[in-house]
């Protein structure tokens, strides 16, 4: 149940981990790269060392320069909330993938395991943001039965 409210709540989802884990979450850019009109930047977020989710966000190029800035090394929640911005967030999908080579690298699950995702879009001023791929380590589930006091 708890995984399930994690994966389909529409807020921000470093201030979900960071109440999670009660641990700063970082993130760790993998790669932004521009093309034409649109940027694509991959990061993993991580509670201290541990690696918990990878995310791929594609933008329209602007957005991405208003939004993001110089401040890419950010968290997209911190620097929409650092900017005052208000957002809705529109989740399209959660399912789940099979652990390939790379997200084993990544996130440190074993090959084959299978790994949560989820897809949605967040708007700001009814214009598309962002649209954003999560997947979430196995990591994340030991967290989620521990007691919080």
């Known amino acids: 149940m708890a995984l399930r409210v994690l994966l389909w709540h529409d807020g921000s989802m470093t201030k979900a981990l960071e109440a999670l884990t009660n641990e700063s979450v970082s993130v760790d850019v993998q790669r932004v790269t521009y093309s034409e009109n649109r940027v694509l930047r991959d990061v993993l977020l991580k509670a201290g060392s541990v690696p918990l989710v990878v995310a791929s966000s594609v933008w329209p190029q602007e957005r991405y320069t208003e ?78 039965s521990e007691e919080i006091i």
């Open 67 to 144: 939004v993001m800035g110089s401040s890419e090394r950010l968290p997209i929640g911190k620097n929409l909330n650092n900017k005052r911005l208000e957002q809705f967030r529109e989740i399209h999908y959660v399912d789940q993938v099979e652990c390939d080579t790379k997200l084993s690298e990544l996130l440190g699950d074993e090959l084959g395991t299978m790994l949560n995702r989820r897809n949605y879009t967040i708007y700001q001023d009814q214009r598309v943001l962002t649209t954003i791929t999560e997947i979430f380590s196995n990591k994340v589930k030991s967290y989620l």
